[in-house]
């Protein structure tokens, strides 16, 4: 749901304001003079639009869509696996992929199949974001109150036996890389949006 806010109201309950997002998964659209200036999201609804974007410029997977959709019209119905593997739909707990650590695992077409908090959409380089800025596991169960603090602990261990992959996929998702890797620009208040060609 989208809640509108004056700039003023941004203003004066910003850390009330971005608890409740992240809690919530609410978006605020603020508002100065009636106008639309700028919208506050959780990180959650963050990545899913960085996901879709780079969806949206991956001509393959559209093109899955297309035959899908014309499959379909022709009464060419697949089984609900078919389709997913067709065309890269998120997945279902059956194609979850369980990692050695109880609570992390791999799902297709959530944060681009990168190891996540089960039943979540947190990525252990989230987690490990807060545990390499020396946070204590109350700062990162203030950030993610959702997750439980076994499963805060479960990513950490899963980074130290996975040192070298969630250090890529940091370097992968660092803004500047974000920017380069889906052609976006950034605007003079520091929105991003499509580059156009």
Excluded: C, W
């Excluded at 910003?14 to 605020?28: G, H, P, W, Y």
């Excluded at 194609?95 to 039943?119: D, F, L, M, N």
């Excluded at 204590?136 to 130290?160: G, K, N, Q, R, W």
């Amino acid at each position: 749901m989208t809640r509108r806010i004056s700039v003023k109201q941004a203003r004066a309950d910003f850390e009330k304001l971005t608890e409740e997002v992240q809690r919530s998964k609410d978006r605020l659209l603020i508002e100065k003079d009636g106008l639309p200036i700028a919208m506050l999201l959780s990180i959650d609804d963050f990545e899913d639009i960085l996901e879709t974007v780079g969806e949206l410029s991956d001509s393959e997977y559209l093109a899955s869509i297309r035959e899908a959709r014309a499959e379909y019209r022709r009464g060419e119905v697949d089984t609900k696996m078919k389709i997913v593997e067709k065309t890269r739909l998120p997945a279902t707990e059956l194609e979850t992929k369980h990692t050695e650590h109880p609570y992390i695992v791999r799902v297709p077409g959530i944060a681009s199949g990168e190891p996540i908090i089960k039943g979540t959409r947190v990525p252990v380089r989230a987690i490990v974001l807060h545990y390499k800025a020396s946070e204590t596991l109350e700062d990162i169960l203030e950030a993610y109150p959702h997750v439980p603090p076994a499963a805060v602990f479960d990513a950490i261990s899963y980074y130290l036996d996975h040192q070298e992959e969630i250090e890529a996929l940091i370097e992968e998702n660092r803004l500047e890389q974000v920017i380069e890797k889906h052609s976006l620009k950034v605007g003079a208040k520091g929105q991003l949006f499509p580059a156009m060609p």
